[in-house]
């Protein structure tokens, strides 16, 4: 396996050199526009087309409005010292997404249907068992082991020139909230995505769920946010625990014992020079219905309150960029998050995130990042809403280089370290290397 992996790379180094073919037509058609991003696995930017009747056929396709395309992400983890137990993992996640062009198809403009399927594994013991931690250190674990499930299934309509976009159906709520870096995000700690006390509420990968997201655009600088999602991967009437939205349908939205999730965000940015963008969101959101949050051991669910919510704010500015005209965003960025829970109602009380990232640090490496960043959770003093213990926090850092090897292949080395998982001052700090290969075909 090892001999193998190194004949693809070596191959893909060697691909990563040769300039892309000439079209044979005299002019290209225009570019259909681009699959939706999936919040949670930052991905190559290109694909693989290894033959070119297969290139050819998928233009085609695309021309025609159907686009295709398929993700691997595989991470080998190993946990040195700390948490549960000192030990090794692999777990991989295959993504798969159709995306059809209502307007290339059938000449209805602004329109997308977006159907995403994902297959998750992992080995026994998988990450979460070595360490139990709040945020999750591995972003494509699922903390409750394998899936194989439709996560999206959604339709996407803008309007008035873009300035109201309407997308009802299943989706990830992170991919129009939360995300400070938004789809520069190449860190692999969910740290980065969302504030600590909005798990396990929010309805992102693996509990993404039935939803109707309105976004307006008053001016170029503003995005006003609605969502309205099926909370019930949080329902928990006689203090069981929940069923995950990720493998259920529109039943549950339709039929709904009373548990919603909402949230409302505003968002603006602004340039402060050529390649220096930026952007600062503020937002709220509230389960509705008898909700759960995590006990101390992650598994057994605790009664918090019947409703829980929190307001955020977040923000991130690239502060330096060498090449503002490159289609890849170089430089440097800095970003941050704040969240805000009732104590009394919300396992964790507030908690923050900071870090900084750099695409093409390194001289001829222009589409590689490396990234650093520090999260902290403290968790509430209550006794009802957690342990009771004052002073308990997670503090998560992380450290990682993606490296471009070719546009449709990343590998991506990558640490951590995670002081007092779920705020258990018992368990001795966890240091913990990741690899992770990503693979866009």
């Given at each position: 396996m090892?001999?193998?992996?190194?004949?693809?790379?070596?191959w893909?180094?060697?691909?990563?050199?040769?300039?892309?073919?000439?079209?044979?037509e005299?002019?290209?058609?225009?570019?259909?526009?681009?699959?939706?991003?999936?919040?949670?696995?930052?991905?190559?930017?290109?694909?693989?087309?290894?033959?070119?009747?297969?290139?050819?056929?998928?233009?085609?396709?695309?021309?025609g409005?159907f686009?295709?395309?398929l993700?691997?992400?595989?991470?080998?983890?190993?946990?040195?010292t700390?948490?549960?137990?000192?030990?090794?993992?692999v777990?991989?996640?295959?993504?798969?997404?159709?995306?059809?062009?209502?307007?290339?198809?059938?000449?209805?403009?602004?329109?997308?249907?977006?159907?995403?399927?994902?297959?998750?594994?992992?080995t026994?013991?998988?990450?979460?068992?070595?360490?139990?931690?709040?945020w999750g250190?591995?972003?494509?674990?699922?903390?409750?082991?394998?899936?194989?499930?439709?996560?999206?299934?959604?339709?996407?309509?803008?309007?008035?020139?873009?300035?109201l976009?309407?997308?009802?159906?299943?989706?990830?709520?992170?991919?129009?909230?939360?995300?400070?870096?938004?789809?520069d995000?190449?860190?692999?700690?969910?740290?980065?995505?969302?504030?600590?006390?909005?798990?396990?509420?929010?309805?992102?990968?693996?509990?993404?769920a039935?939803?109707l997201?309105?976004?307006?655009?008053?001016?170029?600088?503003?995005?006003?946010?609605?969502?309205?999602?099926?909370?019930?991967?949080?329902y928990?009437p006689?203090?069981?625990?929940?069923?995950?939205?990720?493998?259920?349908?529109?039943?549950?939205f339709?039929?709904?014992?009373g548990?919603?999730?909402?949230?409302?965000?505003?968002?603006?940015?602004?340039s402060?020079?050529?390649?220096?963008?930026?952007?600062?969101?503020?937002g709220?959101?509230?389960?509705?219905?008898?909700?759960?949050g995590?006990?101390?051991?992650?598994?057994?669910?605790?009664?918090?309150?019947?409703?829980?919510?929190?307001y955020?704010?977040?923000?991130a500015?690239?502060?330096y960029?060498?090449?503002?005209s490159?289609?890849?965003?170089?430089?440097?960025?800095?970003?941050?998050?704040?969240?805000?829970?009732?104590?009394?109602?919300?396992?964790?009380?507030?908690?923050?995130?900071?870090?900084?990232q750099?695409?093409?640090?390194?001289?001829?490496?222009?589409?590689?990042?490396?990234?650093?960043?520090?999260?902290?959770?403290?968790?509430?003093?209550s006794?009802?809403?957690?342990?009771?213990?004052?002073?308990?926090?997670?503090?998560?850092?992380?450290?990682?280089?993606?490296?471009?090897?070719?546009?449709?292949?990343?590998?991506q080395?990558?640490?951590?370290?995670?002081?007092?998982?779920?705020?258990?001052?018992?368990?001795?700090?966890?240091?913990?290397?990741?690899?992770?290969?990503?693979?866009?075909?």
């Amino acid at each position: 396996m090892v001999d193998a992996l190194g004949i693809v790379l070596t191959w893909a180094l060697a691909q990563s050199d040769v300039p892309p073919a000439a079209p044979p037509e005299a002019a290209a058609p225009a570019a259909p526009p681009p699959i939706p991003e999936d919040a949670h696995v930052s991905r190559p930017p290109g694909i693989l087309d290894p033959f070119e009747p297969l290139a050819k056929a998928r233009q085609q396709w695309a021309d025609g409005g159907f686009q295709f395309s398929l993700n691997l992400t595989i991470d080998g983890g190993y946990n040195f010292t700390g948490g549960n137990q000192a030990g090794g993992y692999v777990a991989g996640l295959l993504t798969a997404t159709i995306a059809i062009d209502t307007e290339r198809l059938a000449k209805w403009k602004g329109g997308t249907f977006v159907t995403t399927w994902q297959s998750y594994y992992e080995t026994n013991p998988g990450p979460f068992n070595l360490i139990p931690d709040w945020w999750g250190y591995d972003g494509i674990a699922t903390g409750f082991g394998d899936i194989n499930q439709v996560s999206e299934c959604y339709y996407r309509q803008t309007l008035l020139d873009d300035a109201l976009t309407v997308i009802f159906g299943k989706q990830d709520a992170c991919n129009n909230f939360l995300m400070p870096l938004g789809s520069d995000n190449g860190f692999v700690n969910t740290m980065t995505m969302y504030p600590a006390g909005m798990m396990p509420y929010v309805p992102s990968y693996p509990d993404q769920a039935m939803g109707l997201v309105i976004t307006g655009r008053p001016t170029d600088w503003l995005d006003l946010k609605l969502g309205w999602f099926d909370g019930t991967t949080a329902y928990s009437p006689n203090g069981e625990f929940p069923h995950s939205t990720g493998s259920l349908g529109p039943g549950t939205f339709f039929d709904n014992p009373g548990s919603w999730f909402f949230i409302g965000e505003a968002e603006t940015s602004w340039s402060l020079g050529e390649g220096l963008g930026g952007s600062f969101g503020v937002g709220g959101w509230w389960q509705t219905g008898p909700s759960v949050g995590m006990g101390f051991n992650m598994m057994d669910p605790m009664m918090v309150s019947d409703g829980v919510g929190g307001y955020y704010i977040q923000g991130a500015q690239r502060i330096y960029n060498p090449e503002p005209s490159s289609a890849t965003a170089q430089g440097l960025q800095v970003f941050g998050q704040f969240g805000w829970q009732k104590p009394s109602a919300n396992p964790v009380h507030w908690s923050m995130l900071g870090g900084l990232q750099y695409t093409g640090l390194i001289p001829g490496r222009a589409n590689d990042t490396v990234g650093l960043g520090v999260g902290y959770a403290s968790f509430s003093d209550s006794g009802m809403a957690y342990r009771g213990v004052p002073n308990l926090y997670e503090l998560a850092i992380e450290a990682y280089y993606r490296i471009a090897i070719t546009p449709w292949m990343t590998l991506q080395p990558d640490l951590q370290v995670v002081s007092t998982p779920i705020g258990d001052a018992q368990a001795p700090t966890a240091v913990i290397g990741i690899l992770r290969l990503s693979i866009n075909f």
